[in-house]
């Protein structure tokens, strides 16, 4: 069966753009290195039709289909399982843009092109697309529409899903629903768009999207806060959104530990508020539709009256792009500082920003309680509530010991973030990784709700197996 | 079957909760008096236990359930057919607000909520529930829910989709799926939120919804501008957009020939640009998180930018509250200033915005040669590319007789809409007016998939059918 497949597949696509397991091996294990698999096949359609008769091919000989982006996931969701009865399908070739339209501002794009490229020609022509995460110089837009990405604009603009109008998919069967519309109000039917988004390519295969332009920003200013207190922070967070409205564009909060850890990896890095004794620390964004000037006037307003309310300890605004960028620049090696510290524990957790402070208070104290000396490295989107609750082995432990020690850790952190009304993955997704523990946290309804619409769109259970949701065959 | 089940709702909710066709019959002819049902019973549960109760014992009879709310949408959707074999389901008893958390920025409130109550507490709160339209003061939240309403504030806020972060929601079988998340990130799972979001009442039972909250603008400022050409009036937009940012929080048309109907119905009523020669004028918001100077400053600017690029041909900026609500009456007495004038042919259509000046040339020709003489009475949300479309009688024939050519002149216009890549239903959604004609306009690939969904998550057709979608039994 799998020799057949392969040449059909040969035929469909071309030998160039099919390869063997051995081959593909870059595309098969995920990028953290957890889950490794095998496929039939690795495939390279050129086109929408192809992506059809890919999955019409599968369907036939019931061989499951892996849709993968720039495998940059961290739930492991597009990697194939070690069966090897899989088709790897690849949308590296479907990177063209297929129409700008400034008039309505929207952008129509193959599931193929990077984010990057996505927001390089928005920028082109004038407007912005603003999603913006670490992983944009390789992630595609496909990837982030299958899986809902987050990331640091979310506050004024909304995730993938509010940035998207239309879709074209490719669905279980092999046929094309071609729901490209560039349309702000459509009340025409079921919600189609957004049942696939976010699905993590269990529903569907997504191979082009229509996105929403934005004005370009004239002018965006910079600022580093400090906080006596997390709440304080949060209270800071109302004033500002009363204050600065829609241009508040970036809300990211970081712990003293984490600017300590900066500091530590990378010391030839910026080093704000260094010997300051405040615990938590906010960078936040204000864009501005006049320029410069209005932007300061803006910022010295808002911050001024936070400072007679008390509601920042201390601020450091950025005087220049340079200055703004070197204070970006911690946000953007948090990732990084933590590697070079070695392994921790990743939380994407969210709850209602109302619950923030008593999720960490609780959380750490609980942690403590069952892993002394464990040391939190708490930072995120905090104008979204979703924390990167990160959580690193004790000094006098080695992160071996540490690591083991997951299972039991995590879902303390995941029982609370749910005790708290939270979500135990705000933007990561489910994937592979976090597949079993959704039993835990979601109600038998929603589970069976779940189950139902995938047994609709995908009966043969052919779509991303083994992701999202267990299935019972 | 029809006796047994009324004493059931009987016992479930008391013989003061459920009550005859007869006495219901205020429930049972939809707004504009086109279709009237017949019910079992029209029945007001006071809780969601309730409501789930109700739908167990019209499951185990297999009677269909039609839920509403005020009565106000435009395409029936919320009456009962003529059987006489439907169970009435009236929230009007669950209108409790549930919570208000001013630091997570949500609400959330019972589905029988009346808009305008939501709005007011918010207010109360210092906050802003952007939501608004025309029948605020009588639609419930659950009606906009199932609606997916739009209205005057989606260019800056977005549709009831865009402002709901949870539900709860009873589903066909009785059960209750508790989904009221105040979360602005959460990737665990297919969107079943959205997918009940605008299904009217055919999917699920929304009984109670988390809203967003925003910030009280401190100021708004008003302008009603006038433009030489409709194309003249999409530049200035784009030009708008990127001067105000979000602050541009309406951008309402109306056609010259709008603006003499209101004058010749409302003699009384606001006269601005009378004896103007402009064929398009646009009523533009401007919300601002300042203060007043703030917000006329910014008029001035972008607006004498305008003028400069020949973007504007005049303007009238309102300044006072009175004058600024003078200008809205414009807009808000378009439906009875038409009403007066007798009936005429409504089509709520959206296009993309780069596609309204061909939407709006083509569509006024093609009706001119095929039904000399009509006149149009175009207006609407010009920021959404949402156009209320709306055709009266040639002046030497009659209402009758125009409205007897509905089904033809009304296909032109939404073969129109489709061909320029638009809606046949911008926000008023599908109800029973428009279900025949999905078929025209949807593809095979598309209403199998709806299909689908219905059959899962409704596989006895008991919820609202008729609705929406048309189920072969």
């Known amino acids: 069966m799998s020799d057949a497949?392969?040449?059909?597949?040969?035929?469909?696509?071309?030998?160039?753009?099919?390869?063997?397991?051995?081959e593909a091996a870059q595309y098969l294990t995920?990028?953290?290195?957890?889950?490794?698999?095998?496929v039939i096949a690795a495939v390279h359609p050129a086109n929408t039709e192809e992506v059809a008769a890919v999955v019409r091919a599968c369907v036939a000989l019931k061989a499951p289909i892996v849709v993968q982006g720039g495998n940059t996931g961290l739930m492991a969701g597009a990697t194939p399982d070690a069966s090897g009865r899989s088709v790897l399908l690849l949308l590296d070739r479907?990177?063209?843009v297929r129409q700008v339209d400034t008039d309505n501002d929207t952008l129509t794009v193959e599931a193929g092109c990077i984010l990057q490229?996505?927001?390089?020609?928005?920028?082109?022509?004038?407007?912005?697309?603003?999603?913006?995460?670490?992983?944009?110089?390789?992630?595609?837009?496909?990837?982030?529409?299958?899986t809902n990405a987050g990331g640091t604009a979310v506050l004024r603009y909304g995730n993938t899903r509010e940035l998207t109008l239309g879709l074209e998919v490719v669905?279980?069967?092999?046929?094309?629903?071609?729901?490209?519309r560039g349309l702000r109000k459509d009340n025409t039917g079921y919600d189609l768009r957004d049942l696939?988004?976010?699905?993590?390519?269990?529903?569907?295969?997504?191979?082009?999207?229509?996105?929403k332009l934005f004005p370009q920003p004239l002018a965006q200013a910079t600022a580093l806060l400090a906080f006596d207190q997390?709440?304080?922070?949060?209270?800071?967070l109302s004033h500002a959104r009363a204050g600065f409205g829609a241009n508040l564009t970036a809300f990211e909060l970081l712990s003293a530990d984490c600017l300590a850890l900066l500091r530590e990896q990378f010391p030839d890095g910026p080093q704000p508020f260094k010997g300051a004794s405040q615990p938590w620390f906010a960078l936040i964004e204000l864009s501005d539709n006049h320029g410069e000037q209005h932007a300061r006037e803006a910022f010295e307003r808002v911050l001024g009256e936070a400072f007679e309310q008390a509601l920042i300890a201390d601020a450091l605004i950025a005087e220049s792009l340079a200055q703004s960028e070197a204070l970006w620049l911690l946000r953007e090696n948090m990732s990084e500082a933590q590697k070079r510290a070695g392994r921790n524990m990743k939380h994407d957790i969210s709850v209602p920003i109302s619950q923030v402070v008593a999720f960490v208070a609780h959380t750490d104290a609980v942690l403590q309680q069952h892993f002394p000396g464990v040391r939190n490295f708490t930072f995120g989107h905090l104008g979204d509530g979703n924390l990167h609750y990160n959580v690193a082995?004790?000094?006098?432990?080695?992160?071996?010991?540490?690591?083991?020690?997951?299972?039991?850790?995590?879902?303390?952190?995941?029982?609370?973030?749910?005790?708290?009304?939270g979500s135990i993955s705000a933007e990561h997704g489910i994937g592979q990784r976090k597949v079993g523990m959704l039993g835990r946290y979601k109600s038998a309804v929603e589970l069976d709700l779940m189950r139902r619409i995938k047994q609709a769109l995908d009966p043969h259970n052919l779509l991303n197996p083994g992701k999202v949701l267990e299935v019972q065959p």
């Open 5 to 22: 497949l392969f040449a059909t597949l040969q035929q469909l696509l071309g030998a160039a753009h099919v390869h063997s397991s051995d």
């Open 30 to 38: 995920d990028k953290q290195g957890r889950y490794t698999g095998q």
């Open 94 to 96: 479907m990177n063209r």
């Open 117 to 146: 490229h996505v927001q390089d020609v928005a920028r082109a022509a004038g407007r912005l697309f603003p999603l913006s995460l670490g992983a944009e110089g390789s992630c595609t837009i496909g990837g982030n529409l299958g």
């Open 171 to 180: 669905t279980a069967e092999g046929e094309i629903w071609h729901g490209l």
């Open 196 to 211: 696939y988004i976010g699905s993590e390519g269990t529903l569907g295969i997504i191979t082009a999207a229509t996105l």
């Open 230 to 236: 997390l709440a304080q922070a949060v209270a800071f």
């Open 393 to 421: 082995h004790p000094l006098d432990s080695t992160v071996e010991a540490h690591m083991a020690q997951y299972a039991e850790l995590s879902a303390m952190v995941h029982d609370s973030a749910h005790a708290h009304g």
